[in-house]
Each structure stands twice: as C-alpha cells, then as structure tokens.
C-alpha cells in the first residue's frame, strides 16, 4: 500500500530547460510535504517543502506546486544544470508527526549538458 | 554543519548472525530514525525515537530492533539476518523545533547479508 507514488522511475532533460518531477499521494491526512534529493554515495539532503494551506512554494531555481483536490504534488528545476542529476525522493507528514514521513519511490533525474 | 555518521559504508554478514549498525549525530537533536531504501520502493522507515530509552516502530519493524542509551546514539539491531534485509540502511535526525520533516540524513550503510 504506497501512500506516496512517483510514478516516473527516470527524466532525462537537457541542460537550461525545465524539469518536472510529480508526486502523487493517497492519505488526505497527509498536511506536510517535502523533497529530498540524493546523489550516489551519500544520504538524501532536504530540498524544498510545502504545507497544505499553501499551493506553491519557490525557493531559487526550486519550486513546489502542491493541488491538493488531485493529490498531487510537483518540482519544477528551472533552468536546470547538470548538478541536478540525482534521485529526487517526495515525502509526506502529518505534522503531529515531526520526522515521521512517507517517502515515494523516487525519480532519477538525468541532466544532460 | 549537522553531522550524522554512520559507523560502516558497507558490511557483509552471513545469514542467522546478530547484526549493529551505529548511528551518531551531533547536533543534540531529540529525534532519531532508521530507514531502509530499496530499489524501487523507497525510503521505508523501520524505527524512530523521540528521546532517550524511548522507541516505536516504524513501518516495517519486523525482524529489527533498537537502542538508544545516549541522546545522540541510535544503532539498529538485527537479531539474525537473513538475506531479504539485504539493503541500504540510512539513519537519520532532526529537532522537534527544527522544520517538519527536515531530516539530516547520514550517508548510510549498504549491508549485504549472504
């Protein structure tokens, strides 16, 4: 039973366009939701977050575009640079819950110069 | 910067052994989290702990335990591995007063179990 999805195991996309990375959830108890990024050999690092009483949030290059009637949740990388090739990991909370989240299955982005 | 250090990159254990893995944050941080990832399925969590000699499970708890004796200790015990909790074992911190969610993440053990 996978609360989180991401359905989109890989992206590849060229070097100053657009990524989009998408997230869809189950649980409408869920209120809290986050990215974390990965590269290999080293843990997943917190990227950028969203509550449910908000339906964006942008930080730099970053943004998080959150419809909560669809459940469903996305990162735009916008321009996006080679340095962003990692796996890119939703997660989900109910912030009574601090640290307890739901992770997706995560998407492997592939920035290509 | 927050530093969460994991004890081994990689181990490889036989089946039925008794397994640690240590976890050490510095950063005084309350709570603590064991997470396994596994392709395509993700970061599952196993164990979380809210305070010293406080534990609860997680998601997938069965066939793990753990310890925390010290605030800024958290080490996950297998009690007899077996060969389906071969994985990547990722511990994790974070402050109750900090972000929701924001965790920081060691960079975690691969064990093997043959």
């Known amino acids: 039973d996978q609360q989180v999805k991401q359905n989109s195991p890989s992206l590849s996309v060229q070097e100053g366009r657009i990524s989009i990375l998408n997230c869809d959830y189950t649980?409408?108890?869920?209120?809290?939701f986050l990215w974390y990024k990965k590269y290999p050999a080293e843990g997943p690092t917190f990227l950028i977050s969203?509550?449910?009483?908000?339906d964006k949030n942008e930080d730099g290059r970053f943004t998080v575009f959150l419809n909560k009637s669809a459940k469903h949740l996305s990162l735009h990388i916008v321009p996006s640079q080679p340095g962003d090739s990692a796996v890119y990991f939703c997660a989900a909370s109910r912030s009574s819950n601090t640290g307890k989240l739901i992770f997706g299955q995560g998407t492997t982005l592939q920035v290509k110069p | 910067d927050v530093k969460v250090t994991q004890s081994s990159r990689y181990l490889v254990k036989r089946t039925g052994e008794k397994v640690f893995l240590e976890c050490v944050q510095d950063m005084d941080h309350e709570n603590m989290f064991w997470y396994r990832q596994d392709p395509g399925l993700g970061l599952r969590l196993i164990y979380f702990?809210?305070?010293?000699?406080?534990?609860e499970k997680g998601d997938i708890p069965e066939g793990y335990s753990v310890s925390r004796e010290k605030k800024e200790r958290f080490s996950l015990i297998l009690e007899s591995a077996s060969t389906n909790q071969t994985s990547m074992y990722l511990c994790?911190?974070?402050?109750?007063?900090?972000?929701?969610?924001?965790?920081?993440f060691g960079s975690g053990t691969q064990l093997s179990v043959l």
């Open positions: 649980n409408s108890m869920f209120d809290y």
């Open positions: 994790a911190s974070s402050s109750p007063q900090g972000s929701v969610g924001k965790l920081f």
């Open positions: 702990s809210y305070d010293v000699k406080m534990k």
């Open positions: 969203i509550s449910s009483i908000k």
